[in-house]
């Protein structure tokens, strides 16, 4: 039978209109920066795109800044800190785009659902996701957190954008990250979003392009897809079909549930991603998980695609109080727009299946 892609968070396929809008776009000969005829037909797919993804994460468009992916973005974010306070933090449970760059530990105890039992104080830039890429939970009930007295958020929204609507606190964030490739547009291409008064200080210069805030001849292909997924996204989220992948992904988990009493489905109490369900079942190692089903024909994965190759244990569970031999024995089902009930169910079939052999391997 044919392969289940159940790894969405990770990457998303090419929606059909951001390979249409891509394919036009390489047919535009000009460069952006051009004054020429040519050259603003080039500028003006830009600018569609810029407007496309405002729309999505509700901005305007001169605030949308392309990179090329959300890490740049964040990398770009971060390098204002100066600006915040001077120092920049994560908390533990970020994506390691964000949480690399620390210089403070956030250390606030979580629980197992992943929300912090107490209030985080601290005074500076801190980065802080909308959704967590691992487990699908949601901050602040899936709303853009935003900063406040003393301290500015980078606002990590690459999971919750196209999946759910991008809603915000009475105060914005200073920064917010996100990516095409998890909404359906290609790999390559990202954008910072820039709440503040002032334009952000580059990292890369020479051009002067994107007004000056990011130097280099613009990737009119991918930015051209990337909005195209933006809007198409946008229809989606509104339209509520990730409402309905919800009921899914509810399906998946009861079935797992009624094989297997052990496992624990983390967050599921809590608001979460509807595509995003992580299952921890004790004793049974998420990488040898991953590699059982992919035989089987099924992608998932053990964690973040950035560190799932690496063998150790998920540093975000280890956050929430697994300890490392919990953590380790963790999967990620993540599901996409196109996954149907017979994908589900079959995907719990065969995991069933490994389930049961383990056990008596185990016995």
Known sequence: MSRVYLDHNATTPLRAEARAAMIAAMDVVG????VHAEGRAAKMLVERARAQVAELVGCKPQQVIFTSSATEAAALAVAQKERHGGV????????????????????GAFDRDGHALSAVEYSGLVAISAANSETGVL???????????GYSTLCDITQLAGKMAVNYEKVTPSYAILSAHK???????????????????????????????RSGTENIIGIAGFGAA???????VAAGKWDELAQLRNILEKTIAATSKQTIFVGKDVARLPNTSCML????????????????????????????????ASKVLLAMGYDEAEAACAIRVSLGLETTENDVLRFAEAWAAKFEKHQMRAA
């Open 31 to 34: 460069n952006p920066s051009s």
């Open 88 to 107: 920049y933090a994560a908390l533990p449970t970020e994506h390691d785009c964000l949480g690399v760059w620390s210089e403070a530990a956030l250390d």
């Open 139 to 149: 901050a602040a009930q899936g709303r853009v957190v935003g900063s406040g007295e």
């Open 183 to 213: 909404m359906g547009g290609p790999k390559g291409v990202g954008a910072l979003i820039n709440f503040t008064a002032n334009d952000p200080e580059p990292m890369l210069r020479g051009g002067g392009q994107e007004m000056n805030r």
């Open 230 to 236: 933006a809007e198409a996204a946008g229809r989606d």
């Open 281 to 312: 079942t004790p004793g049974w190692k998420g990488e040898t998980q991953v590699m059982q089903m992919d035989l089987a024909g099924f992608a998932v994965s053990a964690g973040s695609a950035c560190s799932s190759g690496k063998v150790k």
